[in-house]
């Protein structure tokens, strides 16, 4: 509750929430679009460091009934999480697939069709990128694919 | 702290610190200033407040909004969602017009005095642009559902002329905006929100009441609880519905001329009372509304 409260405290000159936002979602469709590269997803990762900075000494003014900038406020800290999971997830896979697609790597590769890509939280707090493998396909299943191929 | 060597990422963190400085204006295009007054509330206490931000080609008044939310108002408080005239949320009153700010260009206002921006006044204010429009929610509660006749096909279907279908459609475009609520001078100036419908749900009555397949009939409760006598047809609704859906000629004169013919026609009640039995047209009653054949009762 305290930490939701916050940026009223900094109520006087900080930077408003908005903007942080905007240049989250115009560095996330530069650089983590449509197609997506290498060092772009590594310009990102950096990038997002320092509007984490940003975010965390945004201020709001007004009251807390029907306030749209706190909301944004409150926001930010999540829409930098997924953009980072995002980012670091679209790194891993080194192939395309679907709407995931690599300038680098612009082949589908059956190998990555093994596995998911799971980002999950480690002791520390960090961001770990896991491979997880799926399940062998059911021979039935197996045997309809190849049918319709 | 200092900021990474990465330049892009330097870059973010400047363009931080010049943020407050910076003015949001659309790439390439001619721009200039526009000052909108805006009303700044909570509850029933407030006053219009002048902004004055940079236009530019294409834009609406949500457009014109959502900036000056960014760019020093963030408590703003506006309701808004698709930005397609579609979703109905970003209802307000424009110039002192019942408008959807997605909808209206800022190519149609003149902008050399500065364009007013008011909530809907017919609802009670919460704060700024957003009103409490829960009685419309309260009223559809009150209107008898959808009760279709059992099906007509051994499969549990329907069949039904494709005219009966085409005569609700009409009224199934309303995006609940409530902007013909908003204008309707019953509500807006005598408040009766809770003793009249509106013209919102007088188009939702009619949709139901020409539906090919209900079975209902609502004029009993028209004319008693749904207050459709209130309505002396001045037809703003119309004018302001953003769908463009022809609300007094279609759905609240039919819906009266159907009360007229039940409760106030003193020969269809003799002709009623004569055959024992209701006259012509009109749907077969399943337990709502009172039969007047055989009481021989004049209701006028």
Redesign the interface.
């Known amino acids: 509750m305290r930490t939701a409260l916050e940026p009223f405290d900094r109520r006087e000159g900080g930077?408003?929430?908005?903007?942080?936002e905007?240049?989250l979602q115009t560095?996330m469709q530069e650089l983590v679009g449509i197609v997506r590269r290498e060092d772009e997803i590594r310009?990102a990762i950096?990038?997002l460091?320092?509007?984490q900075?940003?975010a965390r000494k945004v201020s709001?003014?007004?009251?807390r009934?029907?306030?749209?900038?706190?909301h944004?406020a409150l926001d930010l800290q999540n829409l930098l999480t997924v953009s980072e999971i995002v980012a670091r997830a679209a790194l891993e896979r080194k192939e395309s697939r679907g709407g995931h697609f690599r300038d680098d790597f612009p082949e589908k590769d059956p190998a990555y069709g093994k596995f998911n890509i799971v980002v999950k939280r480690g002791p520390n707090g960090e961001m770990q990128v896991v491979r997880e493998p799926i399940p062998e396909m059911r021979d039935d299943l197996k045997r309809i694919i190849e049918e319709n191929k | 702290m200092s900021p990474p060597d990465n330049s892009f990422a330097r870059n973010i963190v400047e363009s931080g610190q010049r943020a407050a400085a910076r003015s949001n204006t659309s790439a390439g295009t001619e721009t200039h200033a526009a000052t909108f007054r805006i009303w700044r509330g909570a509850g029933p206490t407030g006053q219009l407040q002048d902004y004055s931000t940079s236009v530019s080609e294409g834009m609406v008044v949500l457009d014109a909004m959502i900036q000056i939310q960014a760019e020093g108002a963030t408590d703003l408080a506006v309701r808004w969602n698709c930005k397609a005239g579609k979703c109905g949320s970003c209802s307000a009153e424009i110039n002192g017009m019942p408008r959807l700010m997605c909808m209206t260009r800022l190519s149609e206002l003149d902008l050399q005095t500065p364009v007013t921006v008011e909530p809907m006044r017919a609802f009670p204010p919460v704060k700024d642009l957003v009103t409490d429009v829960s009685s419309n929610f309260r009223a559809k509660k009150r209107i008898r559902k959808f009760t279709p006749r059992a099906p007509d096909a051994p499969d549990g279907t329907w069949r039904m002329g494709q005219a009966d279908a085409d005569r609700v459609q009409e009224f199934r475009k309303c995006i609940e905006c409530f902007l013909c609520q908003d204008v309707c001078h019953v509500l807006r100036d005598h408040q009766l929100h809770e003793q009249f419908v509106g013209p919102r749900l007088l188009v939702h009555a009619a949709q139901l009441e020409m539906h090919p397949l209900d079975i209902l009939d609502r004029t009993e409760e028209l004319k008693e609880s749904h207050g459709i006598g209130y309505c002396n047809i001045t037809k703003c609704c119309t004018k302001v519905c953003p769908e463009h859906i022809t609300i007094t000629d279609n759905a609240i004169i039919p819906l009266k001329e159907r009360v007229v013919d039940k409760h106030f026609d003193p020969l269809g009640k003799l002709v009623r009372l004569v055959r024992g039995r209701r006259s012509g047209g009109g749907k077969p009653e399943a337990g709502g509304g009172a039969r007047d054949a055989g009481r021989g009762e004049a209701k006028l």
């Open positions: 930077e408003g929430p908005y903007q942080v905007h240049d560095m310009r950096e990038g460091k320092a509007l900075e940003r709001v003014t007004g009251n009934e029907y306030n749209p900038g706190w944004t």
